[in-house]
């Protein structure tokens, strides 16, 4: 099991960035897909961002230009770089592992507050 930690969130106002990250322990990050995943209050979780262990990212068309996924793999870390920030993408954002979301495994996640 590959255990997540996400930070970075805060308050911004719009137009504004955030750099969120996600710092893994566990076995073989190396080779696992991450994803970063947002929800807003009374609303279901969506999944934002994702990086497969070769490099390749996909990102949900709400945020496609605006944000970019990475990953440190020297480090153990995935980033979510966000930029042209808008309110409607205040949520608690998370990282997690395909195996982790299988379990129902969520870690605490950081909270992205957009300002008006």
């Known amino acids: 099991q590959v255990q997540l930690v996400e930070s970075g969130g805060g308050l911004v106002q719009a137009g504004g960035s955030l750099r969120l990250s996600c710092a893994a322990s566990?076995?073989?990050?190396?080779?696992?897909?991450i994803s970063w995943y947002r929800q807003a209050p009374g609303k279901q979780r969506e999944l934002v961002a994702t990086?497969?262990?070769?490099?390749?990212?996909t990102y949900t068309d709400s945020v496609k230009g605006r944000f970019t996924i990475s990953r440190d793999g020297a480090k153990n870390t995935a980033y979510l770089q966000m930029n042209s920030l808008k309110p409607e993408d205040t949520a608690v954002y998370y990282c997690?592992?395909?195996?982790?979301?299988?379990?129902?495994?969520w870690g605490q996640g950081t909270q992205v507050t957009v300002s008006s």
């Open positions: 990086i497969t262990s070769g490099g390749y990212t």
């Open positions: 997690n592992t395909e195996d982790n979301v299988r379990r129902g495994y």
């Open positions: 566990g076995s073989r990050f190396s080779i696992r897909n």
